[in-house]
């Protein structure tokens, strides 16, 4: 089967939709939940967290728009894709992606703050919404930014045909081949490094009453389910691109490649949702009430150890 009608399949539409569903339920009852109540609202975590929920909706949102475009394409027999048609509908992954590597870069650097000096964070950094409001303002800020500057020379090149409709078939060459590149090394390793520095110091810990709590234990596990997504739906498509680029595979492999990394980032956006929803104690016990339809409680099971759930690492990750 050609790689073009793989990517056109109804199945994988038809995932794709699920996924979009799936994202931006998930993310949305995440934000109704913070942002409803007040003690979460205080916890920087958690914003960050919320953040990271707003980055992830907009990435999910890319899988509905491409499910429900191919959905449509296939109905009325068009296949006859514009670069400039198919970089409109990539708006949502791009905007999507950008935002959600800049606040897990931003999670990673607050939670080494937070352990490595906790006393200095809680004097200098403690969250509040204007600070959250402002952090926010300039992640998406940068990323709209980036996302338009994908635009640049579309007039030239919007008329062109491709076979498969994805992001990185309507790119401009160095946007694709150089900036993007760049900007998942970048991220990737330095995101690694420091959660890496985060590894050290939690085994360091390990003799300390600190280390060996069960706070400390959860969200080591947490952290490394969050890895592990983000090396699977991230670091591995995104190295695939590399690869295949260098080794002179056609525009074809490399637009498929493309769609795989913006599917399996809206993957992600959901993903996180689960595991944030398993490992967070005090967003799992509002989802829970929430979804039985409960009243919440105003009083959460770690309340009684604020600077310990202040460790809670987020994340997520993605490409159109």
């Not at 935002?99 to 650097?109: D, F, G, H, P, R």
């Not at 959860?218 to 983000?230: G, N």
Request: hydrophobic fraction near 50%.
């Amino acid at each position: 089967m050609p790689m073009g009608a793989i990517d056109e399949h109804v199945a994988v539409s038809c995932f794709r939709i699920f996924i979009w569903i799936a994202a931006v339920s998930g993310n949305t009852l995440i934000l109704f939940i913070v942002f409803a109540q007040r003690n979460l609202r205080k916890k920087g975590a958690n914003l960050l967290f919320a953040q990271l929920s707003i980055a992830d909706f907009i990435t999910g949102t890319e899988s509905g728009v491409r499910g429900l475009s191919i959905v449509l394409f296939n109905a009325f027999n068009y296949h006859d894709y514009t670069k400039r048609l198919c970089l409109y509908l990539g708006i949502p992954g791009l905007l999507g992606i950008h935002m959600s590597q800049l606040t897990m870069l931003a999670i990673a650097v607050d939670r080494l703050l937070c352990i490595k000096f906790p006393i200095l964070y809680r004097n200098l950094f403690q969250e509040t919404m204007t600070f959250a409001f402002i952090r926010f303002s300039v992640c998406f800020g940068f990323s709209a930014a980036m996302t338009g500057v994908a635009f640049v020379g579309i007039g030239q090149r919007g008329d062109d045909r491709i076979a498969v409709c994805s992001t990185g078939r309507s790119l401009a060459p160095w946007y694709a081949q150089h900036y993007w590149v760049f900007l998942a090394c970048f991220f990737t390793l330095f995101i690694y490094a420091i959660y890496i520095a985060i590894y050290v110091l939690f085994t360091r810990q390990q003799s300390s009453s600190f280390g060996n709590s069960a706070v400390q234990k959860a969200i080591f596990i947490t952290m490394t389910a969050v890895l592990v997504s983000y090396f699977f739906f991230w670091c591995i498509p995104n190295v695939l691109y590399v690869v295949f680029k260098n080794i002179g595979l056609s525009e074809t492999v490399l637009g498929y490649n493309s769609s795989l990394i913006g599917l399996l980032s809206g993957v992600n956006s959901a993903t996180n949702v689960l595991i944030y929803g398993w490992k967070h104690p005090e967003l799992r016990g509002h989802m829970r009430r929430v979804l039985k339809g409960e009243k919440a409680s105003i009083v959460t099971a770690t309340a009684s150890r604020p600077s310990m759930s202040h460790l809670a690492p987020a994340t997520h990750v993605t490409h159109a």
